[in-house]
């Protein structure tokens, strides 16, 4: 069978299988399957960023023109020796999984197939195409265990030339592991906000997790998601006038925004509406929030998401480099994405 165990993928990807043809990633942990797509597609060697080496497909444009894959990979490449056929968001759609069967029956002698997908029944559609080919290869891609978070943060400490106590480890590897892209973006969040500092501590962790912050810090957020820019700005004066960071409002709204990017990456991909993203979220939010996680799924996509996390990032660095402005420039960077809350649900 062409098919790896969860804790056999890393070692495999570090050495792929030159016969390998056709390599399929999937799972529930978007993030951890993109991150382990974009070290394999790195492994072929080809520059990625060449559109002549590397065509980018989505999963529902291979479903909608039939054959499309197909085509591509028995498309003779002009300017260089081989390419990479990279097709993301996929769902096991009819159309992609008999392109996939074709191309392990009569392998391609130009191309190299690389497959993001959600998570696939065994024995089902592309899954069982991959599986049962022997020019192909299927990699599973599940939540993190301890082992798995520990390797994601050593690596983000490395690259920051930081180093972490052992109680603030433990503390935060409480709060990671479901979902890769979403725990590395916790650590990133992290490491800005120690920035200019060798060790990061427990302190550190307990100001980010926000576990001191007051009602009106949940108010605040809340307020944001829902565009109330009148609501949000009592609620933040409130939290800065009680004495509370305005770091504290700014890593929570991160946080919230964060989370709802991957719930919203798994509707885009997916083709699930907000209500059950929510329901099936894990960690699960609250019953009383869920309303609210609904209407800003609904309202933001997935480019307003990012460019409002910009623009928190932005504005961690600069409250660090400023103390003395870190409330108005807070103020400012969240008002910002309070005002774009309220013109998108306007459409």
């Keep these: 069978m062409a098919q790896k165990k969860a804790f056999e993928v890393d070692s495999w990807l570090a050495r792929p299988d030159p016969r390998i043809s056709i390599v399929l990633l999937y799972g529930p942990d978007r993030g951890l399957v993109s991150e382990r797509a974009k070290a394999f597609a790195e492994k072929t060697g080809l520059p990625l960023d060449d559109p002549f080496s590397v065509v980018r497909l989505e999963g529902s444009e291979v479903d909608r023109d039939e054959g499309r894959l197909l085509d591509e990979a028995r498309t003779v490449p002009m300017f260089s020796d081989r390419r990479l056929l990279w097709v993301r968001n996929a769902t096991g759609q009819k159309a992609l999984a008999e392109d996939v069967k074709a191309l392990t029956a009569e392998p391609a002698r130009d191309a190299i197939i690389l497959i993001e997908a959600g998570d696939l029944k065994k024995g089902v559609g592309l899954r069982a195409v991959v599986e049962g080919a022997d020019n192909a290869m299927a990699l599973p891609c599940y939540a993190d265990e301890a082992r798995d978070i520990d390797t994601v943060i050593d690596d983000e400490l490395r690259k920051a030339g930081m180093s972490m106590t052992l109680e603030a480890r433990q503390a935060l590897r409480r709060n990671l592991g479901g979902d890769r892209l979403a725990s590395r973006g916790e650590i990133e969040k992290l490491i800005l906000y120690a920035h200019g500092q060798k060790e990061i ?113 932005t504005a961690v660095l600069q409250t660090r480099k400023r103390s003395d402005l870190s409330e108005a420039l807070a103020r400012q960077a969240l008002l910002g994405i309070a005002v774009e809350s309220a013109r998108l649900g306007q459409r």
Aim: aromatic share 6%; with cysteine.
């Design 201 to 313: 501590g427990l302190e550190d962790i307990r100001a980010m997790s926000g576990d001191v912050s007051g009602s009106s810090l949940d108010d605040a957020v809340d307020a944001l998601l829902e565009g109330k820019i009148g609501d949000f700005d009592t609620a933040f004066t409130r939290h800065c006038q009680s004495g509370g960071p305005p770091f504290l409002v700014l890593s929570s709204a991160m946080r919230q925004l964060q989370q709802i990017q991957v719930m919203r990456g798994q509707m885009d991909s997916g083709g699930r509406n907000a209500a059950s993203v929510v329901a099936g979220a894990r960690p699960p939010v609250f019953f009383s929030r869920r309303k609210l996680v609904e209407k800003a799924l609904e309202r933001w996509s997935s480019d307003a998401l990012g460019r409002a996390l910009t623009r928190l990032q």
